[in-house]
Structure formats: C-alpha cells, structure tokens
C-alpha cells in the first residue's frame, strides 16, 4: 500500500516556477514508477511526466518537454516536479500516481495524490 500526499501548488504569473513534491509513505516506494498527471476543468485527465524506479529513466509530454523536469529521492520517497516557463494552459490540479511499471495509461497507475491546484496567470 501507497499513500500519496501532494503539495507546492499555487499561483504563479506566466514565466513563473513551481516545484511540486509528491510525499510516499511506504516501505516500497522505490519498487515504484512514479507519473504526474494534470487535469484542467472540462478536460481529461493528461499525462505530464514520469521517472523509473532508479530515478535513471524519464518521459515527458511533448507539451512540457524541456519546461518540466521529474526527479525523485528515494531517501526520502518524495517525488518532484519542477515547472519551469510556466504557461496559462499549465493551469490544472497535478496529481502524483505510483504503477510497478513505467509508461502505463492513467487507467493502470495503482496509487494516486489527491492532487494540487497550479493557476498560472497571464
């Protein structure tokens, strides 16, 4: 069992930065893959980025790619999420997931966040 606490969510101006953690209890979380996911109101849940068990492996959305950076301390099971040139179209709740498996669909990841609010303003 996984239990996910986000935070670090807030209001940034377009340009702005923000790093999110995503704090794991368990004894387990290193056997994890880790993702962070976005939903903005009227739309589905999209994927963000997600990192391997290692911390070794990471994958971004096209739409972050080179903004966004995953990282994660297993020291400390916390994941993180550092946003950078933030967007107004970034604005969503963000929510951390847990899968044994990286690059599973959101359908598959077995632990989730109850996710943080990030409002980007223009």
């Known amino acids: 069992q996984v239990q996910l606490v986000e935070s670090g969510g807030g209001l940034v101006q377009a340009g702005g930065s923000l790093r999110l953690s995503c704090a794991a209890s368990g004894r387990t979380f290193s056997s994890y893959a880790m993702g962070w996911f976005r939903q903005a109101p009227g739309k589905e849940r999209e994927f963000v980025a997600a990192?391997?068990?290692?911390?070794?492996?990471?994958e971004y959305a096209d739409s972050v790619q080179g903004r966004f950076t995953i990282s994660r301390d297993n020291a400390k099971n916390t994941v993180y999420l550092q946003m950078n040139s933030l967007k107004p179209e970034d604005t969503a709740v963000y929510y951390c997931?847990?899968?044994?498996?990286?690059?599973?669909?959101?359908?598959?990841?077995?632990?989730w966040g109850q996710g943080t609010q990030v409002t980007v303003s223009s």
């Open positions: 990192i391997d068990w290692s911390g070794g492996v990471t």
């Open positions: 997931a847990a899968d044994l498996y990286m690059g599973s669909p959101a359908s598959e990841y077995d632990y």
